[in-house]
């Protein structure tokens, strides 16, 4: 009867030291996903001459922000009459767009995805903590892109469209493989213009590529995990101004709040946390 106590004693012992372990490295990865960012003294736009701009400014992490901000690639952006531009152009790119810099109500998913229509932005978060943000272009009126919880599946370096074999796309994701949507770099004319896929600029593009998680498949027929959760949400005035036109008279227009971003997640958590629980599993065993 005393061995079988000294058993069962060590057995919890144990079991509370393994419990803390995992906890203590989850927080080590909370604290490693919470990034400071600087911003701006101040938060203000103004439209500008898009060739003057350029001929005076050849700053690369200010022209960075000046693409995110119109939501456009460098070849795009000049062909433009008149671009906005920040008054303080002092902060990192992240703070000029719409998403907060935490999510209470994701603080349990490792990592997951946004894509928001409205402002044509995406956001990276790790437990709840906004770790990586940029524009996108996604689906035109005719081909939107589909709104909802998807997870990304299999990446390529270098595959072709399936609405046009003499496209290449670079650093994809595929996130629906039967409907074959995923992100990608390609171009970017500042509004929504793809046939459903997320159009990423290149940096973002591969940061995503090598961020996100593919699925886990046990053969060509069965997956045992999903990747990672991406949410698409919102809708888009395809008749109507861009957007981020409004940030001319109210630059907090566009912003995405904490509590507004939680409640689009809200619907699909439990099914991220399943999906979440099932990946550890599932590497555990491997």
Same mark, same amino acid.
């Given at each position: 009867m005393?061995?079988?106590?000294?058993?069962?004693?060590?057995?919890?012992?144990?079991? *509370?030291? #393994?419990?803390g372990?995992?906890?203590?490295?989850?927080?080590?990865?909370?604290?490693?996903?919470?990034?400071?960012?600087?911003?701006?003294?101040?938060? *203000?736009? /103004? @439209?500008?001459?898009?060739?003057?701009?350029?001929?005076?400014?050849?700053?690369?992490?200010?022209? *960075?922000?000046?693409?995110?901000?119109?939501?456009?690639?460098? *070849? /795009?952006? !000049?062909?433009?009459?008149?671009i906005?531009?920040? =008054?303080?152009? #002092?902060?990192?790119? +992240?703070?000029? @767009?719409?998403?907060?810099? #935490?999510?209470?109500?994701?603080?349990?998913?490792?990592?997951?995805?946004?894509?928001?229509?409205?402002?044509? &932005?995406?956001? !990276? $978060?790790?437990?709840?903590?906004?770790f990586? +943000?940029?524009?996108?272009?996604?689906?035109?009126?005719a =081909?939107?892109?589909?709104?909802?919880?998807?997870?990304?599946?299999?990446?390529?370096?270098?595959?072709?469209?399936?609405?046009?074999?003499?496209?290449?796309? $670079?650093?994809?994701?595929?996130?629906?493989?039967?409907k074959?949507?995923?992100?990608h770099?390609?171009?970017?004319?500042? $509004?929504?213009?793809?046939h459903?896929?997320?159009?990423?600029?290149?940096?973002?593009?591969?940061?995503?590529?090598?961020?996100?998680?593919?699925w886990? @498949?046990?053969? =060509?027929?069965?997956?045992?995990?999903?990747?990672?959760?991406?949410?698409?949400?919102?809708?888009?005035?395809?008749?109507?101004?861009?957007?981020?036109?409004?940030? @001319?008279?109210?630059? /907090?227009?566009?912003?995405? &709040? !904490?509590t507004?971003?939680?409640?689009?997640?809200?619907? $699909?958590?439990?099914?991220?946390?399943?999906?979440?629980?099932?990946?550890?599993?599932?590497? &555990?065993?491997?």
């Amino acid at each position: 009867m005393y061995n079988y106590t000294i058993s069962i004693i060590l057995c919890i012992v144990i079991a *509370s030291i #393994s419990y803390g372990c995992e906890q203590t490295q989850k927080e080590k990865i909370r604290v490693k996903a919470k990034r400071v960012w600087k911003k701006p003294v101040r938060i *203000s736009y /103004h @439209l500008e001459n898009t060739q003057s701009w350029l001929q005076r400014n050849s700053d690369k992490t200010q022209r *960075s922000i000046v693409l995110a901000v119109n939501r456009t690639d460098s *070849s /795009h952006l !000049a062909k433009m009459d008149s671009i906005l531009v920040p =008054d303080d152009l #002092s902060g990192d790119l +992240a703070t000029y @767009l719409p998403f907060p810099a #935490s999510v209470p109500g994701v603080d349990k998913v490792e990592k997951i995805i946004f894509f928001s229509y409205p402002s044509q &932005t995406f956001a !990276a $978060y790790a437990y709840g903590e906004l770790f990586y +943000a940029g524009p996108t272009n996604m689906g035109r009126k005719a =081909d939107p892109t589909p709104v909802g919880l998807y997870f990304t599946n299999w990446k390529a370096e270098k595959t072709t469209s399936t609405f046009n074999d003499e496209w290449d796309l $670079y650093w994809n994701f595929n996130i629906e493989n039967k409907k074959g949507i995923g992100f990608h770099q390609y171009e970017l004319p500042g $509004y929504p213009a793809s046939h459903s896929c997320l159009r990423l600029l290149e940096t973002d593009a591969k940061f995503l590529y090598n961020w996100a998680e593919q699925w886990i @498949l046990k053969d =060509d027929e069965t997956i045992l995990a999903k990747g990672t959760p991406v949410i698409v949400f919102g809708s888009y005035p395809f008749d109507g101004a861009k957007p981020w036109v409004q940030l @001319l008279s109210n630059p /907090h227009a566009l912003n995405i &709040t !904490a509590t507004s971003l939680q409640q689009t997640a809200t619907p $699909y958590l439990k099914t991220i946390l399943k999906e979440q629980q099932t990946r550890a599993a599932v590497a &555990t065993n491997e």
